[in-house]
Each structure stands twice: as C-alpha cells, then as structure tokens.
C-alpha cells in the first residue's frame, strides 16, 4: 500500500505523441449566434419604442401649439388682459447681467489682441448670430407661444456666450497651441 504517485516521465509517456488539431470556431459560432440574434431583437425593440415616443412627443407638441389660446375670462363683461407683457429679451438676473458683462469685456480685450483677419471673421460670427437672435425675437413677437422659436432664441443666446467664451480660452495668457 506504500505505492508512489508515478513520475513526470511516466504519465508523459504515456500521452499521444501526435495530437490532430481541430476546427473550435464552428463550437464557438454556434454558442455566440444566439446571443447576438437575441441582442439584435433588443436592439430592433428599443429602436422601435424610441421612434414610437419620439412620434408622440412631436404629435403633443404640434398639437399644443396648433390649439388656439384659452378665451379670456372676464370681469362684469370686460375681458381680462395679462398684466405682464411678453418679454423676449435677455434674462434679467443682475447675476446674469454682470457675469455677460464681465465675460463681455473679456472678450473684447483679448479679440483686440487678435490679428485682423481673424479678429473680422469673429466679428462677423458675432453679428450673424446676434441678427439671427433679432429675427427670432421678431416671430416670436408674432407667435409668442411658439416652442420652436422659444428654443432657437436660447440657442442663439448661447451661441453668442459660447463665441465669447471659445476666443477667451483661446487666447488665455501663456497658452500654447498644440
């Protein structure tokens, strides 16, 4: 009962001395397959209910502003008028004013500092969207509602902070282009 385990040696020897090498891919395509036929349906179905949301979202919302405003109330006859115009104009927070100020400022400094061909293309960005900013104030004056035209006034407004902000980086003193 005192018997050793057998050697390296012993259990090398005997293992085949030729092995046939074979295809795994097939074993391994077969396992995969289901998976990505699977993933490729989640993939559809998701697809699908996300066009499907995105159709009702839209639908809501050129309902929304096809539907005439709610009729004014009226007190002894007379109709009532909101008391608060409409104001298209840029938000009011002193917060806000003085940081658009200062960033402002900024801004012109440092486009001051740029050399002039670049300095009139900046410029000429600037007033494109600063008119594109005065026709959308313009429609919405006549379609104040309007949620597209509501969207395009705060684009245009950060666009132009944006521009601001992209030649104040751009020019930080002791920054180096790469």
């Given at each position: 009962?005192?018997?050793?385990?057998?050697?390296?040696?012993?259990?090398?020897?005997?293992?085949?001395?030729?092995?046939?090498?074979?295809?795994?891919?097939?074993?391994i395509?077969?396992?995969?397959?289901?998976?990505a036929?699977?993933?490729?349906?989640?993939v559809?179905?998701?697809?699908?209910?996300?066009?499907?949301?995105?159709?009702?979202?839209?639908?809501?919302?050129?309902?929304?502003?096809?539907?005439?405003?709610a009729?004014?109330?009226?007190?002894?006859?007379?109709?009532?008028?909101a008391?608060?115009?409409?104001?298209?104009g840029?938000?009011?927070?002193?917060?806000?004013?003085?940081?658009?100020?200062?960033?402002?400022?900024?801004?012109?400094?440092?486009?001051?500092?740029?050399?002039?061909?670049?300095?009139?293309?900046i410029?000429?960005?600037?007033?494109?969207?600063?008119?594109a900013?005065?026709?959308?104030?313009?429609?919405?004056?006549?379609?104040?509602?309007?949620?597209?035209?509501?969207?395009?006034?705060?684009?245009?407004?950060?666009?132009?902070?944006?521009l601001?902000?992209?030649?104040?980086?751009?020019?930080?003193?002791?920054?180096?282009?790469?």
């Open positions: 009962m005192n018997s050793k385990p057998p050697s390296m040696d012993e259990l090398l020897a005997h293992l085949p001395t030729e092995v046939t090498p074979r295809d795994l891919w097939p074993s395509a077969s396992r995969i397959a289901p998976r036929n699977r993933s490729r349906h989640l559809l179905a998701a697809s699908v209910a996300g066009a499907a949301l995105l159709a009702s979202l839209l639908t809501v919302l050129m309902l929304e502003a096809r539907r005439p405003p009729p004014a109330t009226t007190v002894a006859g007379a109709p009532v008028v008391s608060r115009p409409v104001d298209f840029e938000p009011r927070d002193p917060a806000y004013v003085e940081a658009r100020s200062a960033m402002e400022r900024t801004f012109r400094a440092r486009l001051s500092g740029l050399d002039p061909v670049t300095r009139a293309k410029e000429a960005s600037l007033a494109t969207i600063r008119q900013r005065e026709e959308i104030r313009e429609a919405l004056a006549a379609a104040p509602s309007d949620p597209v035209l509501g969207g395009l006034l705060q684009s245009t407004l950060s666009d132009e902070f944006d601001y902000d992209h030649v104040v980086r751009s020019t930080e003193p002791g920054q180096t282009r790469t």
